[in-house]
């Protein structure tokens, strides 16, 4: 049977997000990572792990994790919800996966994380390319294939099987070029998730889907992290970089997203929806016309348009 990569977010305390029906949003980049996967390593089995959606506790969890047997399991959690993804790589380590780390936590934290024994990698910045030349690295068992890997750490001699010159020393590559074209990626594997579990219950968001319009922001708010995650390096520090979707790839995932799962509220995840003053306007053009009458909610910033004229 081919390897499985395993994404999965562990259980956690409940985080009522307006309520505890809708406390737990589907984990997109999951998804968007999963789909990459699937399309380009077709001898890879892919899935998704949801412990909180599915009320799954760790005695489950690590039933499961022995019934899967997956090659690589692949984390990523918010810094509140930090000890659980640690905890779960324990466990995915002594089940005998190597265990991916990324987001925007462990991405920015990768000495630390890597420290602790239980991380074999961490992704910077967005993931999609960086998981795909990943675990043909992986796979092939050397520090120097994984030295070729834009975009992650590791510690030599801790990740694969060639031990290199100074063991335990934390390799850094260099930066990962952003994707440029962001309709260029496969839709999101939504069928890899529990579709039918995230708002289900829930009044503020019935049928609750993420869905993202962009990657990145104009402006660099120093309380915000998610420009950082998915902004641009310019020698050895990052400035943010927006990217957006066309409306016709948007269109696309709606129509996906409410004829094919039923979906009746977006929750955009985007860091600034309105940061491109044209393409939400054209994006409810489209669905207008198509008939598409959908909950929706997104951050915004009030200032956006003055800044962009």
């Not at 395993?6 to 305390?13: A, H, M, T, Y």
């Not at 929750?267 to 929706?296: K, S, T, Y």
Request: with cysteine; charged share 20%; glycine share 8%.
């Amino acid at each position: 049977m081919n390897e499985l990569f395993l994404f999965v977010r562990p259980p956690r305390p409940l985080w009522p997000f307006n309520s505890p029906a809708s406390a737990f949003w589907p984990p997109l980049a999951f998804a968007s990572m999963a789909a990459m996967l699937r399309e380009q390593l077709r001898n890879l089995r892919v899935e998704i792990l949801d412990a909180p959606a599915l009320e799954m506790g760790w005695r489950t969890l690590a039933t499961e994790l022995r019934r899967r047997e997956p090659a690589y399991v692949g984390i990523g959690e918010e810094a509140v919800s930090c000890v659980e993804g640690l905890r779960l790589a324990r466990l995915a380590k002594a089940h005998g996966a190597k265990v991916i780390a990324g987001g925007c936590f462990f991405g920015h934290v990768a000495p630390q994380a890597l420290a602790t024994g239980l991380v074999d990698v961490v992704v910077h910045g967005e993931g999609e390319v960086t998981v795909v030349e990943l675990v043909q690295a992986l796979r092939e068992g050397s520090a120097q294939g994984l030295a070729k890997v834009q975009g992650i750490s590791f510690r030599a001699g801790a990740a694969a099987a060639t031990v290199a010159p100074v063991a335990g020393e934390i390799v850094t590559t260099p930066p990962r070029q952003l994707v440029s074209d962001l309709d260029a990626l496969p839709l999101p594997a939504y069928d890899l998730l529990p579709v039918e579990r995230y708002g289900a219950r829930s009044v503020n968001h019935p049928r609750l889907a993420t869905i993202e319009l962009s990657r990145g922001c104009f402006g660099s708010c120093d309380f915000c992290v998610l420009w950082r995650q998915m902004g641009r390096f310019a020698g050895d520090r990052v400035v943010p970089q927006l990217r957006v979707k066309s409306p016709e790839r948007l269109l696309e995932e709606v129509r996906l997203l409410v004829r094919r799962y039923q979906r009746r509220y977006l929750g955009w995840v985007d860091p600034c929806f309105n940061a491109d003053p044209r393409v939400p306007g054209q994006l409810a053009e489209l669905l207008l016309r198509d008939g598409i009458h959908v909950g929706q909610s997104a951050w915004v910033n009030a200032v956006a348009q003055q800044q962009l004229r």
